[in-house]
């Protein structure tokens, strides 16, 4: 594996961007902040063994048999937690902090709704929180999290439309209540959450899956994919303003910046006449063309010597094409071909679609060698056999059971190819922003989705295998509306990109 393709080294080249040092400088400031911000406590004293401190609020909280160690400990305490394990035994204490971050939360919990209500884009009935104009409720896990989006958005003064996280949230929320599986939309964040699943932007989710190489190198299908997600997950920057060469047997990644360089050079012919050392002009505008002497350079054609600028292209080696052209045709490239361990009979191809029908699907819950087609997280031992992993896109609506470490769909969309040492961290990894994967992905399923929802919905019925979850027609129209709504932002960003 290229050391060009991994994570680290596209990590590394993160370091000294200029988020990561806006990035530092706000980490140093808020520590900052934490220090000037003062003591926990008003006063302290130590009286032969006594020990007797003065809160901020001005209770007092006293130790009998108390040192000087003890004394020393409250001087440098950070926060009112501290003081307290000083002058409590330690059974008391972590009974205490149990306690208060119960109550800690609860009173989150209690504030969160109001900022949810207050955010206009909710209503709140008792514990339940539903998104305004759709009659499915949201689970507790989501609705913590959507606490935090929205605190968060509201803390930046960020429109919630802004919000990267909270619209990921939202979308997820909205194709599960897509899925006529109601359990499947009910238990998927929590799964998601406890396996280390990481959402889009688009409200898809990210997992990985194993797959066996049909043909022999597929060195520039790795290259490509890889470049193209940590292009955009890692430096969060456009595959579009990226090249790839092949350059003594590897390839490599240009920016569009370095294809040319510029270079001095010198000249001594005149730039008004180009050298000609003159021109012919009609000067009474009757057709009779007289020649005319430059007069930048007498009519030699030649001035002193000067220096100019030019574009020279760089070499390379051997150009492939741009990188957001050559991903998009993955898929029709031989080297680009895998299959499943399990029947073989899959065609798998980076950038292209996997779907089986979704009839032949079995919706169990609890059944992991059902039918369907098989994704985890991080336990890719699990996910079947194969040479190679491959992270996958997944449509919450498309999930017909999940168990415990892994789960089922009937349709993805293998991303890239991971690297082997890279299989079981780079869902964990923070620098990989997975909410910059998905936009091709959306704008495909987002066409004609109200009618695939409605005969979904209808085939389901038919089949009386499970209850079918209270969704309206008006709750399906609403929630792809709201789904709609990325289609126009992700055109916006792309337009704003030419
Ligand atoms: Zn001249």
């Known amino acids: 594996m290229s050391k060009f393709l991994s994570l680290e080294w596209f990590k590394d080249k993160v370091d000294h961007s200029i988020e990561k040092v806006i990035e530092k400088k706000l980490d140093a400031l808020i520590n900052e902040q934490n220090e000037v911000s003062g003591k926990p406590y008003n006063n302290a004293m130590l009286v032969n063994d006594v020990l007797t401190i003065v809160m901020n609020d001005g209770s007092v909280i006293t130790k009998s048999g108390a040192t000087q160690d003890d004394f020393d400990a409250v001087n440098v305490a950070k926060n009112v937690a501290e003081l307290y394990s000083i002058v409590s035994d330690s059974n008391v204490v972590s009974e205490r902090v149990e306690e208060e971050k119960k109550l800690a939360r609860l009173k989150a919990l209690r504030e969160g709704l109001s900022i949810l209500k207050e955010s206009g884009e909710f209503t709140v009935d008792g514990d339940s929180v539903y998104f305004k104009g759709i009659s499915r409720s949201l689970p507790q896990l989501l609705v913590e999290e959507l606490i935090d989006a929205v605190a968060d958005a509201k803390s930046l003064n960020m429109p919630l439309s802004n919000h990267v996280e909270y619209q990921s949230l939202k979308r997820f929320f909205m194709w599960c209540a897509l899925n006529p599986r109601v359990e499947v939309a009910h238990e998927l964040y929590r799964f998601l959450k406890e396996n280390s699943f ?254 695939k929802v409605q005969e979904g919905f209808v085939s389901e019925t038919s089949k009386y295998e499970f209850n079918l979850p209270n969704v309206s027609s008006s709750d399906i129209r609403n929630i792809v509306g709201s789904l709609e709504d990325m289609k126009a932002e992700i055109r916006d960003r792309v337009v704003s990109l030419d």
């Open 198 to 451: 990481r959402i889009t932007k688009q409200g898809f989710f990210v997992a990985l899956r194993n797959v066996v190489t049909l043909h022999g190198s597929p060195e520039l299908v790795h290259f490509i994919s890889n470049a193209y997600n940590k292009v955009k997950a890692v430096w969060k920057k456009s595959p579009d303003d990226y090249t790839v060469f092949l350059e003594n047997g590897e390839y490599k990644l240009v920016h569009n910046d370095s294809l040319y360089r510029e270079e001095t050079q010198t000249s001594t012919t005149c730039k008004y006449c180009f050298g000609e050392t003159g021109w012919y002009e009609d000067e009474d505008g009757w057709g009779d063309e007289v020649w005319i002497d430059c007069d930048t350079c007498d009519g030699t054609g030649e001035v002193e010597e000067y220096e100019y600028t030019t574009s020279v292209k760089v070499d390379h080696g051997e150009e492939i094409g741009k990188l957001t052209e050559l991903y998009l045709d993955l898929p029709n490239r031989h080297e680009n071909r895998f299959t499943d361990d399990w029947t073989k009979t899959f065609d798998i191809r980076v950038g292209k679609v996997v779907n089986m029908p979704k009839e032949s699907c079995n919706w169990s819950t609890q059944d992991c060698a059902a039918a369907g087609l098989h994704f985890t997280s991080d336990q890719i031992h699990y996910v079947g056999c194969g040479d190679q992993s491959v992270l996958v896109l997944i449509n919450p609506m498309k999930v017909v059971g999940i168990g415990k470490h892994k789960g089922r769909c009937y349709e993805y969309l293998p991303i890239m190819t991971v690297p082997r040492e890279e299989a079981t961290s780079i869902l964990h990894d923070s620098q990989f922003d997975t909410l910059q994967l998905d936009e091709e992905y959306a704008i495909r399923e987002l066409e004609n989705l109200e009618i």
